[in-house]
Structure formats: structure tokens, C-alpha cells
């Protein structure tokens, strides 16, 4: 499995982003997809999931303001990131858990997300 983010950079407070996870095929027909963040200092963190019949779930810090969403004939994992915090800040990486979401068998390389006040 190989996953390679893209979409990182810098954005004010407000703004929006959206993350791209290229993914090998056949990798979101079998694995949950997440994302995952690291602020500096900080332990990793999940912010959502997506399992293979497309249900989603969020962490309750980017409820109502981050969308993960995929499409699997372009094996690609999406995550669209409004109303952007300077808490929001980090390496975001894509990662392919197991089908119940519970452990990540492989991660992406991460790209950086920085908002500023």
C-alpha cells in the first residue's frame, strides 16, 4: 500500500484547505482510510475516518468544519478543512487502518498544514 499526500500550506485563520491522498489500488476498497495530525510538541491525533461503505467520523475538535471524502475510482481520499485555527496547525498524514479503524497498518508522508493568525 502506498499513500502520498498533497494540499498542505499556509492559510489565515478562517480559510480553508483540502488534502489529497493518492492511493494505491484497490486500497480504499479494503481499508479504512484516516487522517491523522501531529502539532509540534504534540501526540498524534486522529480527525476522521472514512471505512469502505463511506461512513465518516470526526474527531469532536473538527466536527462541523473538516469533510473526509473519497472517490474511489480515482483511489484518492480527501479531506476539505474550513474554518481553519491557528490550533489546526501540524503534519497531516493519510493513513490505512484496519477494517474497523481501530489501528493504521500504513501511513502517507505526511504534509504540512499551517494557519496563522
Known amino acids: 500500500v502506498h499513500l502520498v499526500e498533497s494540499g498542505g500550506g499556509s492559510v489565515q485563520a478562517g480559510g480553508s484547505l483540502r488534502l489529497s491522498c493518492a492511493a494505491s489500488?484497490?486500497?480504499?476498497?479494503?481499508?479504512?482510510m484516516g487522517w491523522v495530525r501531529q502539532a509540534p510538541g504534540k501526540e498524534r491525533e486522529g480527525v476522521g475516518n472514512i471505512l469502505t461503505d463511506s461512513r465518516t467520523f470526526y474527531a469532536n475538535s473538527v466536527k462541523g468544519r473538516f469533510t473526509v471524502s473519497k472517490d474511489n475510482a480515482k483511489n484518492t481520499v480527501y479531506l476539505q478543512m474550513n474554518s481553519l485555527k491557528p490550533e489546526d496547525t501540524g503534519m497531516y498524514y493519510c493513513?490505512?487502518?484496519?477494517?474497523?479503524?481501530?489501528?493504521?497498518?500504513?501511513w502517507g508522508q505526511g504534509t504540512q498544514v499551517t494557519v496563522s493568525s
Open positions: 489500488r484497490y486500497t480504499l476498497s479494503t481499508y479504512c
Open positions: 493513513a490505512a487502518l484496519d477494517n474497523r479503524c481501530l489501528g493504521v497498518e500504513y
